[in-house]
Nanobody, 122 residues
Framework: QVQPVESGGGLAQAGGSLRLSCAGVGRTTRTYAVGWFRQAPGKDREIVAGISWGGGSTDYADSVKGRFTISRDNANTVDLQMNNLKPEDTAVYYC????????????????WGQGTQVTVSS
């Protein structure tokens, strides 16, 4: 059973950087596509970035293109490098696993992590 676990959230100043990691998204029999989502207070959860099971395909929300980079060095861990952070990036960030990148982008996931708080001060 896949169970994503996030780490690396925290506090940053505007213009700064943070790196989030998601572990637990691969098994001996299967590697999953992974997405990072976020939910700010009073707002719906939204997709931030996604990566295919092999790492060869990625997709980003327009709001983070050029600032965030999703990557996976192995089957079990996916990172989200966040640069040039803005106060509007403040949210709880969730990692999720799905059987394909297209399902990630559709929000059709098989498992969610618990979330990690990212706060960006101005």
């Amino acid at each position: 059973q896949v169970q994503p676990v996030e780490s690396g959230g925290g506090l940053a100043q505007a213009g700064g950087s943070l790196r989030l990691s998601c572990a637990g998204v691969g098994r001996t029999t299967r590697t999953y596509a992974v997405g990072w989502f976020r939910q700010a207070p009073g707002k719906d959860r939204e997709i931030v970035a996604g990566i295919s099971w092999g790492g060869g395909s990625t997709d980003y929300a327009d709001s983070v293109k050029g600032r965030f980079t999703i990557s996976r060095d192995n089957a079990n861990t996916v990172d989200l490098q966040m640069n040039n952070l803005k106060p509007e990036d403040t949210a709880v960030y969730y990692c999720a696993a799905a059987t394909s990148l297209s399902r990630i982008l559709a929000g059709d996931v098989v498992a969610w992590g618990q979330g990690t708080q990212v706060t960006v001060s101005s």
